[in-house]
């Protein structure tokens, strides 16, 4: 069991300091300046620690700062589980914290919660004196809420198998669940663990296999080896082994976030990520690379695509 440490080093508590505003007068004159923000009631941290964080790390700190008021027992699930568990979504995380509650036991969302009432049991691990949904119900209530891009970006993630310590669902484990479920979203469940993949390494990877199928381009390979002229493995995104075909989605991430650079400058990672394309492109026919705006506007990623040769049962997609 794995679930996301607190992701800040320095947090400020109104409720640590007897329930009293904080005193101290350099803080205060830091939250003035702008060096510390305000991230929950009563809650404050450093600015540029916070700006540091993923928009995952942040939606699971407010979910950290919700258990540590709520005074009786809560079971996190949905958005506010997947940020606990290291599951990354599609869009924008919610400003709602979630908890699923009991048929019977009444309640309506408001006060930044948003409460999901279950009449069936929920799978869940403990968290502290809470509750918190395990990966596997995580995974399928929210393949059930989504949109079928959303949910394979959320399942490929659930399954995802490069991850640090391992996947944390089993295919065959969620593929059951997802058959098994009923009511709302059932259908939507089925669709997406059908569809799901653990080789996808990024939820913009899930998005392009989505959009690829939708525009009737043929089913890739994912994370196919390539060995490059230094005897170095080189694994690719997609790969049309049919038509000697690769493509790569191209994340900012890997130049910008020191954690993905390993200690080089922007500039090396860049050139680093040429010469690999170069070494790549002299072992196959085709090479397509796009960004987040193709994923925006599908028929950008048709036109790279297609352009490159590679064939497509369905026209270009309308504006």
């Known amino acids: 069991m794995w679930l996301l440490d607190s992701p800040l080093t320095t947090v400020f508590r109104r409720r640590e300091n007897d329930g009293e505003p904080v005193n101290d007068r350099r803080l205060r004159a830091r939250i003035t300046r702008g060096d510390i923000t305000r991230i929950a009631p009563g809650v404050y941290t450093d600015r540029r620690e916070w ?71 929920v799978e869940t691990w403990s968290w502290g004196r809470h509750r918190v949904a ?56 089925v669709r ?13 990877e899930s998005e392009s296999r989505v959009l690829i199928s939708a525009m009737g381009f043929p089913a890739p390979e994912l994370q196919a080896r390539f060995v490059l002229s230094n005897g170095r493995d080189a694994f690719t995104d997609f790969f049309w082994r049919e038509h000697r075909h690769i493509g790569e989605f191209d994340g900012a991430g890997k130049y910008r976030d020191p954690a993905l650079r390993k200690g080089r400058a922007p500039e090396q990672v860049l050139l680093d990520e040429k010469d690999r394309e170069d070494d790549l492109r002299r072992q196959v026919s085709a090479f397509s690379r796009w960004r987040v705006p193709a994923l925006k506007a599908p028929r950008q990623l048709y036109d790279i695509l297609h352009g490159a040769g590679l064939p497509t049962s369905m026209p270009r997609p309308g504006r």
Do not use: C, K
């Open 51 to 121: 700006e540091r964080l993923t928009p995952m790390a942040r939606h699971a700190q407010l979910v950290w700062e919700s258990g540590a008021r709520a005074r009786s027992e809560q079971v996190y699930s949905h958005w506010a589980a997947a940020a606990l568990h290291g599951i990354d979504i599609l869009g924008r995380w919610p400003a709602a914290i979630d908890l699923s509650i009991a048929d019977a036991s009444g309640g309506r969302s408001s006060g930044g919660i948003r409460r999901h009432t279950r009449i069936d049991d």
């Open 134 to 189: 395990t990966p596997l119900q995580t995974a399928v209530d929210l393949a059930a809420a989504l949109r079928f891009v959303e949910a394979v970006a959320v399942v490929d993630q659930a399954l995802w198998n490069r991850r640090t310590g391992g996947a944390l669902v089993a295919s065959g484990a969620l593929v059951e669940a997802a058959h098994s479920r009923t009511g709302r979203g059932a259908g939507r469940a």
């Open 192 to 204: 997406a663990a059908d569809f799901a993949s653990s080789l996808a390494d990024s939820v913009r």
